[in-house]
């Protein structure tokens, strides 16, 4: 069955939102994250855990693990094109990340209404393993993601 014009529509805002996002995210972007996909209230981000991600017990610190969950968060919330940040989160670590692997954070909401929502992201690793449990709360401030001058470039 076709999906319908205003899935379509939704499903390009949503990447036309991550693209512009990505674009001002230098955090995202010095931690070679990548959107994977997206899709409205969804987000797929990878990150590959290099030398300098590294802890004391020999695996990623868990400050780059909620990173990426909190960037996949991100991409999530603003897929809407209504400009959304944290009001809160956390993580439960399951297992380590270790040195040249490639996380993978699938975030995913599980309810939106009014100005806050609240958003799951599992993270995994190459093996699709279980890393991590995040959950984040976000809140829809005034504004969209999609700047004027972003949509007419």
Do not use: W
Request: aromatic share 6%.
């Amino acid at each position: 069955m076709p999906e319908s014009s205003a899935t379509v529509d939704a499903g390009a805002l949503a990447r036309q939102c991550a693209d512009a996002m990505y674009a001002r995210d230098r955090a995202s972007q010095a931690l070679n994250m990548q959107v994977q996909s997206v899709a409205p209230g969804h987000a797929v981000l990878t990150m590959p855990i290099t030398e300098t991600m590294i802890q004391g017990h020999d695996s990623c610190h868990g400050g780059y693990i909620f990173t990426l969950a909190d960037s996949a968060f991100a991409f999530a919330c603003n897929s809407y094109n209504e400009a959304t940040v944290a009001s809160g989160c956390s993580i439960e670590y399951v297992a380590p990340g270790k040195l040249g692997d490639t996380l993978t954070a699938d975030a995913r909401e599980q309810t939106r209404k009014g100005r806050t929502g609240v958003y799951d992201v599992r993270v995994t690793n190459g093996d699709g393993e279980l890393v991590a449990l995040f959950r984040g709360k976000s809140y829809k401030i005034r504004g969209p993601v999609i700047h004027e001058q972003e949509s007419d470039a």
